[in-house]
């Protein structure tokens, strides 16, 4: 049983199946987009216990395809669900993925993940070498699957079936490396040639992620900012050096918010839906948020600030954590929604606990309260100290929420800063404390003009990141590595025609 894609996505997460941050967004439409613009395309990722596949119904279509590693023997199911028509497949290998966490509990960790994500990477070849012909194209994303590129360079050697596959590597994130002991490298399956600085080592350790930057075709990341940025000793997290010398294969292709799941028109967790011509029931979902996180009724004329996102010191959560007494003392309301750091959990817990009336929030993952955030507050916060791209942003300017975030990466490429006529968000210059409470006295005091503040929020709304701009960017890509078109096959639609 087998089947022909032309273009083959290797990924850890994709949303709904399974979802930590945006990586697993971006997954959930990206391949469903150039799907819909009729080129054929599949998505290749594990089979979590936390997996949401019901609606979707899995099926087993292979059975204990060898893998050969960490053991020769060693083998792994496969199975497939059809998700609007997009073809996915699952690796399934228990003791590995079906886990209630991804990559790490509240410990740490896992011991073992290396030796899973190189059996993902290893089980992903194998199964790519099933298909009816080797696929023109393989994208994989962040450290998870970078070892792809490594697989594939080397295997073009000895294989003549990757011949003639070209490999595309994008990196959601710099900052998870995936590096592990050397003792690791030598059962990878990788070729001691590897072993150079050039490739997979890093200060004498195994680095994933440096072998996709070093082994793709090309290296893409999710914003012009940010390729920019990695490009430095301030942002390359000791990587700028190959990112450097990679620099002409690199190409920084901004993401796009699926208006799909994140339309506050349709948006089934709202209390009420709305739009840039009909925004008044923003009101009725800030009261709902307002219930359902306990916080006082006045509030419902104060400001209510919302933040959603990793409880880490990458979103700027420290600086937020300090700033909440001030913004106590300005009868504002903060909502937070996160997980990560516990110290930040324990901190966050703290305020809550000292400010009752003011500040509220979940340390957790849930989706709806993503949603009822993203509509029930007045200003969005995302004082990042770097980021890739950041989808939350894009969200929040479509739910009428503008946005106060730092001018780093995809934020610097999507929020257009006050004072500037065609504003649609704050800007302050670095992750600093004094600086981020400066940009929002600026968004409070503007909050109080209804009249402003309501045009910067219309203009938000209207402002378009649908993917059609981004699938059009990596079909060029694709192209610049030998894909071509079967003419017949494309429907001609733009993705937002289709979606
Ligand atoms: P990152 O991938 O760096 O975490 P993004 O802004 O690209 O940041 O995407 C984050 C995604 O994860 C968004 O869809 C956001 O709504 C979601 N998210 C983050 N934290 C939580 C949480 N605690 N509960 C629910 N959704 C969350
Ligand atoms: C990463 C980045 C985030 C980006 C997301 C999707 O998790 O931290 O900025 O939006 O990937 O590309």
């Not at 294969?249 to 840039?276: H, M, Q, R």
Request: aromatic share 14%; net charge negative; proline share 6%.
């Amino acid at each position: 049983m087998g089947s022909k894609f032309d273009i083959c996505f290797v990924a850890s997460e994709m949303y709904p199946f399974s979802k930590t941050g945006g990586l697993a967004d971006v997954i959930g439409v990206l391949p469903l987009t150039l799907h819909r613009m009729g080129l054929k395309v599949c998505v290749i990722t594990p089979l979590y216990g936390r997996l949401a596949t019901s609606e979707y119904s899995p099926h087993l279509v292979y059975e204990d395809i060898n893998v050969g590693y960490p053991w020769p023997e060693i083998s792994t199911d496969v199975f497939k669900a059809t998700f609007h028509g997009l073809p996915v497949y699952f690796i399934d290998r228990g003791e590995y993925f079906d886990r209630r966490y991804y990559y790490c509990t509240h410990k740490g960790d896992y011991f073992d993940n290396c030796e899973r994500f190189i059996f993902f990477c290893r089980a992903a070849m194998s199964l790519m070498k099933k298909l009816d012909s080797p696929p023109k194209v393989v994208h994989s994303h962040d450290w998870h699957a970078a070892l792809i590129n490594s697989f594939i360079y080397y295997g073009k050697r000895h294989d003549p079936y990757w011949k003639d596959t070209s490999t595309i590597f994008t990196i959601h994130n710099l900052a998870f490396q995936g590096r592990f002991s050397v003792r690791l490298f030598w059962d990878s399956g990788l070729p001691y040639e590897a072993w150079t600085p050039e490739g997979v080592e890093y200060y004498d350790s195994f680095n994933l992620l440096k072998g996709g930057i070093a082994h793709a075709d090309l290296v893409t990341t999710v914003s012009p900012s940010y390729a920019q940025e990695i490009l430095t000793s301030e942002f390359g997290c000791g990587l700028e050096g190959i990112l450097q010398k990679r620099s002409h294969d690199l190409k920084g292709i901004l993401n796009g918010a699926d208006y799909t799941v994140w339309n506050p028109e349709k948006d089934k967790y709202l209390a009420a839906g709305y739009s840039w011509d009909s925004p008044q029931a923003k009101a009725a979902c800030k009261k709902d948020l307002i219930d359902k996180l306990f916080l006082p009724p006045r509030l419902a004329d104060r400001p209510v600030l919302g933040f959603i996102g990793r409880l880490r010191t990458q979103k700027g959560i420290d600086l937020l954590l300090e700033i909440i007494p001030q913004l106590v003392k300005k009868d504002v309301g903060v909502v937070v929604l996160g997980e990560g750091g516990a110290e930040y959990e324990a901190q966050l817990l703290d305020l809550m606990e000292r400010f009752p009336g003011n500040i509220s929030g979940l340390v957790g993952y849930t989706e709806e309260m993503a949603h009822v955030i993203q509509a029930g507050s007045d200003i969005f916060l995302m004082p990042s100290r770097y980021e890739p791209c950041g989808l939350t942003q894009m969200y929040s300017l479509r739910y009428g929420t503008p946005p106060v975030a730092t001018a780093v990466g995809g934020l610097k490429d999507t929020i257009k800063p006050y004072p500037d006529a065609d504003a649609t968000g704050f800007i302050f210059d670095r992750p600093d404390s004094a600086l981020f409470l400066q940009a929002l006295d600026q968004a409070l005091a503007l909050f109080e003009n209804k009249e402003k503040w309501r045009e910067m929020q219309l203009r938000g709304m209207r402002a378009d990141f649908s993917w059609t701009t981004s699938a059009e960017a990596y079909l060029k890509a694709y192209k610049s590595l030998g894909y071509a078109e079967d003419k017949k096959k494309i429907s001609g639609k733009t993705p937002s025609d289709v979606i």
